[in-house]
């Protein structure tokens, strides 16, 4: 047997090494695991370091002040607000994305005339580019020539003289980007739900229907409980986006209107903070606010998730 395995070749050795189960994981992994250190733990490595010095603008160096940045924004009355606004932000939208992409989703199962059509207006969205589609919905709120406003006032539910003013007035400002984020969820939640409902096997449907289960209750008792687990993944992934992404908020009102600043959001604030007064440290400090506590709803759901599967 010595004689035998020193007689076979060297690649062949390597080649039953790569057979191995957690060997070829590792390997085939390894690309992924290098390509997520070097463009996200870099960058995270930097602000950690950032958040803990007095950085400015020009300069990844600064003096050590320990928890002072931390210190500061947590008494900031405008930091504050942000986290305000951005918990209204998040669980706003992500409320209407699931209610709207489930509807979507059971109503694309069935079959009509023009079903890829609206497939397809339903992806554009995600499709679309953001700043393309943003500028779009500047106009679309604008106040001289908001095409919402045009239809409001010819069906007499607006006034011609003092029409609304979308992205000027508060409620209304957070309600417009409420709006827009979410028409720009939609179609990934949609996606997943169709893949939930598609993993659904016939014969559950078949044994509901032997039962009596139809309508409501069939969703309620049968659908509903095989889609949880995947709506929670989805639920976790409309959370991550929408907390940590200001290009909405920062196309359309850029954080405003002024002086209340009523859709200003933590990513909004940290870059005006951290790239345009020039205060790295300040805001390295006010983007890490978010990292715990989406680690600990990302933990919880995915937990969640998997005590809601149904074997």
Known sequence: MEALAAARPRGRRWTNVLERPSVLASVLISPAVVFILALVGGPLALAVYLSFTNAIGGSLHGKWIGLGNFRHEWTNPAF??????TFLFTVIS??????VAGLLAHALLKKFPGKWLL????????????????????????????IINWTLQHLHLASTVSPPQ??????????????????????????????GLAS?????DDAAAIDGATGFRKFWSVSLPLQLPIATVALLFGIVFTATDMA??????????????ATEMVTTWAYKT???????????AISLFLLPVLAVVAIGMLIFARRAEVT
Do not use: C
């Not at 397809?120 to 908001?146: C, K, N, Q, R, V």
């Open 119 to 146: 497939r397809f207006l339903i992806l554009l969205p995600w499709a679309a580019p953001l700043p393309l589609s943003l500028m779009g919905w500047t106009w679309i709120f604008d106040t001289t020539y908001s």
């Open 166 to 195: 979308w992205l000027a007035q508060p409620r209304l400002a957070m309600g417009s980007v409420i709006a827009v984020h979410a028409w720009r969820i939609i179609p990934f939640a949609t996606v997943i739900f169709l893949a």
């Open 94 to 99: 992500q409320a209407v994305v699931l209610v």
């Open 200 to 204: 659904i096997p016939k014969e559950v």
């Open 248 to 261: 909405v908020v920062y196309i359309l009102t850029n954080g405003g209107p002024p002086p209340s600043n």
């Open 274 to 284: 951290g790239i345009e007064s020039g205060s790295l440290g300040a805001g390295a």
């Open 80 to 85: 504050k607000d942000a986290v305000w606004h």
